[in-house]
């Protein structure tokens, strides 16, 4: 329970007043006990007058009020401690997740992902909401409880000081058994929920191959897996609950035989003393159940925590940024660039010089690290070694928010959110709609968007669904048209559309080259063609780079390319 004890003690104010709380009704509890004894022994052995009891009667009502406001500030501050734990957390995980690089985002399954973030860390309330408050109650009362005993009656006191261990080691040794089981529950859970969650995206598919009747079975088994631990943990709870209550009964048993003893037979102990041992103790054995059980949820919090920690533990290689603000025409260098994945694939560059409001494009064989080389140029991979300059300035030292307001990025398949078409280009900026609509028609949405009976306030499906490949590529066309960068970054931005939507997007893209400058991923003749400058990755290397005239010279692959592409334009 270390990790869940040190994110409680983050939280220290919570736990100074849970203390006094219970110091509080811990007096109270003696108080009311002692109010109950004297209103029995002044009416039926010393026979007072109803008048004699009052005092007794008003401090009995109190002690209760008191006890009954005590109770409930005590679960309304675990409930508060648990709610800004659980906040935390929350934060950190999400924020932790914005700050991991592209590449490594697709290590954990986004179903997995939401299961910790809401069901996981739901799980860890109970630790907070019910087992702190009542460790804190259990560590106080039964102490003031014991003292006051101690003081009418030493026996008495030792008999519920030997007996008490038994409650809280039973607990334990329950407990132990309910973690396996809530850890296996915890996996099943979240096995059961990220493959759901995946189906569900992939169902369109899985229909078309015919595989949807495979993946419901096996649904199913998770489904039946998960049932049966959480049972499996019922039965120990329901066992559990009946020991621990005979061990109780057992011990409020041996204390009120020892009483029986000292007044009957040996007539050490007067009435008043024996009731208030037997009217407290009771008191005294169930906060030690009430912890006994508390330690049980609390438990079976801990799996749940094991996953948070370990998710927010997480190694990360974010991308390193600095202070200096960017902005205006950007000019790249790169010198001894490398990167390398995990599988092993490394990307190496020697040399890489991109001018200011050049437009380039980078070509090569299919996964030669062209992309790569994109992400790690436009800053969402890491570089391992090497430097990066941007306008002469290392990259670790520029801002990176100016580094981003000052580019654009345009990948394969831009998403697109669940929203109104104005609110997937604008994209949380204030723009007017005239300038949304400017965006729209230079990106080649004017007929698209005089079509539309709702205009800009469309809605658009998650994911851009309802709308084509080229229609969400011109939408985040139009993103750039209104961020109005200086730097831009296509990775194949043509590829999968029609020839007619492949023009479109290819004027789209003029005008935006005439303002900024233009870093492309290419394996289309008519985007290379356009280049000023290219680069050539084969291996994980730049094995040439210039202009095209420079190339058809000093570059094989780039001469094959311009031979099929001649070839392929004289059979059509």
Known sequence: MKTLQAWAMQYRLFLGILFLINVLLGITVIGQSYAIVQIVDSVFMESTTFQQIVPYLMGLAAFLLIRTFLNYTNARIGLSLSHHVRHSLRNALTTKWTKIPVEQTGESLTGSRITTLIEQIDQIDPYFREYIPQVIKTTILPLLILIAVFYVNPNSGWIMLI??????????????????????????????????????????????????????????????????????????????SFFIELIITLGIGLLALEIGFQMLVYETLAFASAFFILAIAPEYYNSLKELGSAFHTGRGSLAAAEQISKELDKEERPVSWGSQFIEGPIRLDANSLSFQYDDGFELYV??????????????????????????????????????????????????????????????????????????????????????????LQTSGLQEWITSLPQGLDTNIGEGGRGLSGGEKQRVALARAFLKKPTMVFFDEPT??????????????IDALAETATVLTVAHRLPTIRKAEWLYVIEGGKVTAMGTPEDLLITSPYYQSLMKRGASDANTH
């Open 163 to 240: 007996t008490a261990p038994f409650i809280p080691i039973s607990y334990i040794l329950i407990g132990v058994k309910t973690q396996q089981k809530s850890e296996r529950q915890l996996a099943e859970l979240s096995r059961f929920s990220g493959k759901f969650l995946d189906i569900l995206q992939g169902l369109p598919t899985l229909k078309l191959l015919g595989r949807g009747k495979e993946q419901s079975d096996i649904l199913q088994q998770n489904n039946q897996g998960f049932q049966n631990t959480t049972l499996s943990i019922l039965k120990i709870a329901f066992a559990s």
């Open 495 to 508: 590829v999968g559309l029609d020839v007619r939507t492949e023009q479109i997007l290819a004027n789209s």
């Open 350 to 439: 020697n040399h890489f010089t991109l001018a200011k409001q050049k437009r380039a494009v980078i070509i090569g064989p299919s996964g030669q690290g062209k992309t790569t080389l994109l992400n790690v140029l436009a800053g969402i991979y890491e570089k391992q070694q090497g430097e990066l300059r941007l306008n002469g300035e290392l990259r670790e030292n520029i801002d990176e928010n100016s580094w981003w307001k000052t580019t654009s990025y345009i990948s394969q398949q831009p998403y697109l959110f669940s929203g109104t078409l104005r609110e997937n280009v604008s994209m949380g900026e204030h723009y007017t709609d005239d300038e949304v609509t400017k965006a």
